[in-house]
Structure formats: C-alpha cells, structure tokens
C-alpha cells in the first residue's frame, strides 16, 4: 500500500515521432534502436505514439485484443467513443513496446477548422501547404486529443512526460501548453528545416549563420509552415533539446531558443563474445562485394583483388550537404597521387544513395548474370572432373596422376569457351550501375573528374543510385553485410545534425571518416583524443575550405591505402572497441536527464 507520505507519483512516459512503425530515414533508428534500453528503465509505463499507415504498419504491428484496464487502454476507448479511429497493440521490435497509432483519416473533415485554430491561436499559416503539412497537422491534433484525455482521466495518480521528436509529430504541442495540459514536454529537433535549406544553397553557410532572418529566408524557400512549427514547438516545451552542438548553434537562430540539453544518438550493441567473429564476417561478405566486383569490371579488364579495398559512402541525396562533393573531389586526387606512384593497388568507391532510376542497368545486369553463369560452368567441371578423377585413382595401379583435361567434356569445354568470350567487352565498365532518369550532380561531377573507370585508374568508381538491400541481384546483401565487407566509410558531410552512417561502421568494426560538421565528428572529438589512431578519421570543415578539405581528405585516403593488411586488421580491433560507448544503455542518461528536467518544470 501506499504511504501517505508518500509524495512521489508513478511516471509515464510516451514518445512521439512520425517515424514510429514508419520508417522513414534516420529517426526511426533513434527510436527503434533505443526501445530496448528505454524499455528496461519504464518498463510497462512506456508508450508510443505514431501515425497509422495500414500498409507499413502491416509488418511491424500486433493490436492488442483483449480489454485493456490501463490508463492507455481506457484513453484509447474514449478516443474511439469519440470517434476517432485509433490502433493499439505492440511494435514488433526488440522490446516489444506498447504504440498507439492514429489514423489520420478520421480527422481529414476538422482540417480547416483545426488549421484556423492554429492560426488564431499561435500565428501558424498553413493555407496552401504540401499534403505532408497537411498530414502532420490531423497527426498533431490526435495527438494532442489523445495526450489531453489521458492527463484529465489521470494526472492525479500519473506523472506523464511527453517526448515529441521533430516538428513532424509537433503540431498539437503547443496547445498543450496554451491550455494547461498536466503533460510535461520535451521537443527534440534532429535538424532544422532551414538549417537543411540554407546549408545547401548559400555558400559560406556557416559564417553567415548569425545573420539569417529566420521568417524570411523560410518564406523564401516555401517552408514557412514547417519553419513555424518547429519554432513553435522549441519555444513551448519544457525541455528543448537536440541531437548535438552542431545543430545546436542554429536553434538560436532559427527556432528563438537555444536547447537546454544535448542528446547523443546510440544504437542498441550487440558485440559479438569472440572478438575474431566480426573480422570473419568482413572476409565473408567481402566475398560478394569480390563477385559483383568481377562481374562488374573484370568482362573489360581485371585487377588483383587480394589489393582491392572497398570504399563507401551511403545516405540520402544532398549533393554538398553530404559531402558527396568532396569525397568525389578527393578520390580525384588520390588516384592521381596513386597512379604517379605505379601502385598496383585498387580502390573501389561505391557511392550509395537514392535518386530516380527507370531499371538497372541492363548491361550491368547481363554480364552479372554471364560472371554467374560462367561460375556454374566452373562448378560442373569440377564436379566432373573430381569425379572422374576418383574413379581413374582408385581403378589405377600405377602412382602417377591422369591427364585431368582429358576428363572434361567437349561439352563443357565449349560452353565454357563461348560464355567468357560473349563476356568480354571493350566497353568501360559504366560507373553508375543504373539507368538514371536524368543526369545529375554525381554523374556530372564524376565525369568532370574523369573518374570514368579506365584500366589505368587506380580508383574506380561505382554510383548506385539505390539503397542496398538483399533483394538487389547485383551485391545479394543487405545494408549491414554490405558495410561489413567494406574497408572504410567516406562521410565528409557539411550539414549533418548528428549522422548515423559512421557509427554503423564503427560499430561493425569498420574505419570511418567523418567531419567536424557533423554532430558524430564533434562528439567523438570531445569524448576521444586518440580517434583518429583508433580509425575515426574528422574532415575539418569547420576551418578550411573546400579545397584545403580535399586535401585532408586526400591526404587520409592516401595514407589508408598505404597501410599494411596486418594495420588493417589491428585498425579494425580498435575501432571495433569503441562501439560500447555508443550502446544506448549508456545514453540513455541524457534523456533521463531531459525527462526529468521536463516534469520538475511542469510541477
Ligand atoms: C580479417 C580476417 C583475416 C583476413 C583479413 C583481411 O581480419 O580475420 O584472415 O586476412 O580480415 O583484411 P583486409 O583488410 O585485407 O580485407
Ligand atoms: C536527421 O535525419 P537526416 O539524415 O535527415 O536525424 C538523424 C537522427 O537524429 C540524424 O542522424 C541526421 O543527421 C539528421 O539528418
């Protein structure tokens, strides 16, 4: 029983994103990635909520079916009373937390009325805006409804927090606060809008940070809405936060409120108990990336692959902003830097993203399918040839070895011939694996360079403008199996609030450069002194230039494929050894302290 002097309530928490059973980009990691450790500390008292799409919810969602006696059972009754259409079960993620998914549809006919509203009351102007505005704005609203009802049925017994993840889960938070809704809340933003806009079209961003006019330069790109909430949703909550001091330094400009708080992005780590494990991986999947390799390249001209390492960088398309610019930049240099040096080694570049496409190549899928097609021929002949050649041992009495040659047939023989013959060509193996529907910065970079694979270049080129999964018949792995195979990460990004593509290197044993831009530069740079010996290598782009950062960046590439296989490997360890820090167990703390910061605030 309770004492009565007791003063301390139970506290509940729910998190709220777009993101939630929807993924989008990197937001669903975050949230996804975080639920085991979020679920180990809140236990049953630990909520989601999200937007309901039936055809993504389809594979990750489990309604809950039996009556539901909970706070959030009873919220959800009520809601449904009233005549929304609200789902209720588990996300099946690790964790299997609880999730409250709202269909939007159910307030599509309020949308006028809730935009006026948001007009009178907090100056937000929606009129004319993009049907995701418009979405974001009837999510916003169920939420608010939902969050409201859940506090008047039970704020007596229940501390809520609320945690809102950018402005897309936003809209309903400031009217929580403007009517006094017994909810603290907590507002992340993992990029700002104009931060995003203006990093990638004015030159100098950075410079000029200070100085940008916030409402004119969002009425000038058409993002005032979105602008606008996001500043409303900073300036309400009781704790603002954000994902690191990179994004930090535009908030005040941008959203009117410098973050109170910090909070690191994790991944939930699991490492493997023998260290070697995740080295073996490497070897294997680099297998794959050895035959599309092969396939790719080798019908022209061939190279040692035993001294070809594989280089990549992967994420949405934002030409600069991804530093895509750069690495291309500094790959020109390198192999400039590696053909004066007659090196005979190779470095393959595969630049992964997503830009419309009509198919894949077909040539590039043709002599794949000859390289496969010549590898079963390879595999008959063998299983010929050992059988044959068993049998001639065994029923042989004297010691000496037959003629293996004459145990394949003319057949096979043949066959064998004509597929590698139809295989060769004198065409350059294309550098984009895609048939593009239109020319685009990448290709146009990629030919002013001449980075266009010719024998003689020692680094060669592999733009493929689809993400990895392990459907695609040209690597046949996923995202993570790709990475493993890989040797270095290449993500030099001039506007990346946090960036989660280097981590996913490092925690996969795997060296990474990365930039003082980006918010997972600046924090390695805080926590580590040694990161760079340990396989973390940050482009300053903070200081220098645009070519004195090509350079570095130049200078490292330069450096990587002059080290030795045994530095690799022990490089490996090293990197590999990092990835705890990154294990949200131990950044969970910075949300602790958000959360709490929020409901001392509302008290
Ligand atoms: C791992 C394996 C080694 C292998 C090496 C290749 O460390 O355990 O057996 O030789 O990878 O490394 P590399 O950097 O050349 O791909
Ligand atoms: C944002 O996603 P993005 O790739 O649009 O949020 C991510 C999660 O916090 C962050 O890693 C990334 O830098 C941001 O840009």
């Known amino acids: 029983m309770e004492s009565v002097f007791s003063t301390t309530k139970r506290k509940l928490l729910i998190e709220i994103a777009w993101e939630v059973c929807n993924q989008v980009g990197g937001i669903y990691t975050v949230i996804r990635s975080k639920v085991p450790a979020m679920v180990e500390k809140w236990d049953d008292n630990y909520l989601l909520l999200g937007p309901y799409f039936p055809a993504k919810a389809a594979a990750e969602f489990e309604p809950i079916t039996e009556p539901d006696e909970t706070e959030i059972g009873q919220t959800v009754r009520k809601m449904r009373q009233l005549g929304y259409e609200v789902e209720y079960g588990y996300w099946l993620i690790t964790g299997r937390p609880r999730v409250v998914l709202f269909n939007l549809q159910s307030v599509t006919d309020q949308l006028d009325s809730i935009k006026a509203g948001l007009w009178e009351r907090h100056k937000l102007p929606t009129l004319g805006v993009e049907d995701l505005v418009n979405q974001t704005i009837a999510f916003g609203e169920m939420v608010r409804v939902f969050l409201t009802l859940l506090a008047e049925g039970h704020a007596k017994r229940v501390d809520f927090c609320a945690h809102f993840h950018e402005w897309m889960a936003s809209t309903g938070l400031p009217d929580l606060r403007h009517d006094n809704v017994k909810v603290a809340t907590v507002f992340t933003t993992h990029a700002t809008m104009l931060g995003r806009y203006l990093a990638q079209n004015v030159e100098g961003f950075y410079g000029k940070l200070p100085f940008f006019d916030w409402l004119k330069e969002a009425r000038h790109y058409g993002i005032e809405a979105q602008a606008t909430i996001e500043r409303l949703a900073a300036i309400n909550s009781h704790t603002f936060t954000t994902v690191s001091d990179v994004t930090a330094r535009e908030c005040e400009v941008f959203l009117g409120r410098n973050p109170d708080l910090v909070l690191p992005n994790g991944l939930n780590i699991t490492r493997f108990a023998a260290t070697h494990e995740f080295q073996n991986l490497h070897v294997k999947y680099k297998e794959n990336i050895h035959e599309f390799v092969m396939g790719h390249f080798f019908h022209n001209y061939s190279f040692d692959l035993e001294k070809t390492l594989y280089f990549f960088t992967s994420g949405r398309f934002e030409f600069s902003n991804k530093g895509y610019d750069l690495t291309l930049e500094a790959l020109a240099r390198l192999n400039w830097r590696m053909r004066e040096a007659n090196m005979d080694t190779t470095v393959v570049m595969f630049m992964v993203t997503k830009q419309p496409y009509r198919s894949i190549n077909p040539e590039v899928l043709h002599s794949r399918a000859l390289l496969d097609e010549i590898r079963d021929t390879c595999e008959n002949i063998e299983t010929q040839v050992g059988e044959r050649l068993f049998h001639a041992a065994a029923s042989s009495s004297q010691n000496t070895l037959p003629d293996l040659n004459s145990f394949v047939d003319d057949y096979w023989r043949l066959r064998l011939r004509r597929t590698v013959q139809s295989w060769k060509t004198k065409q350059l193996p294309p550098f984009v694996t895609h048939d593009l529907v239109q020319e685009d910065d990448m290709t146009r970079f ?25 459907t695609n018949p040209l690597f046949k792995l996923d995202y993570s199996q790709f990475v493993r195979g890989c040797h270095l990460g290449v993500f030099p990004s001039y506007y990346e ?30 926590i580590m002194r040694d990161y760079e010996n340990r396989g973390i290598y940050v482009v300053d782009r903070r200081s220098q230039n645009f070519n004195q950062a090509a350079d570095q960046l130049a200078n490292i590439l330069w450096r990587f494929v002059r080290m030795s296989q045994r530095d690799r490997i022990q490089q490996r360890n090293r990197v590999e050894s990092i990835a705890e820090v990154f294990d949200w167990t131990n950044l969970r703390s910075y949300y602790d302290t958000a959360h709490d910061l929020a409901l001392k605030r509302r008290k």
């Not at 990629?446 to 392990?470: C, G, M, T, W």
């Not at 609030?497 to 740079?525: A, H, K, N």
Request: hydrophobic share 35%.
């Open 446 to 470: 990629i030919r002013q360079s001449n980075l266009v694979n010719n024998e003689y270049d020692r680094v060669k080129i592999v733009y493929h403008p689809d993400f990895i999964a392990s």
């Open 497 to 526: 609030p946090w960036g989660y593509t280097p981590l996913e290197c490092v925690v996969r044993g795997i060296p990474t450069v990365t930039s003082d831009q980006s918010g997972f530069g600046d924090f390695i740079m805080q």
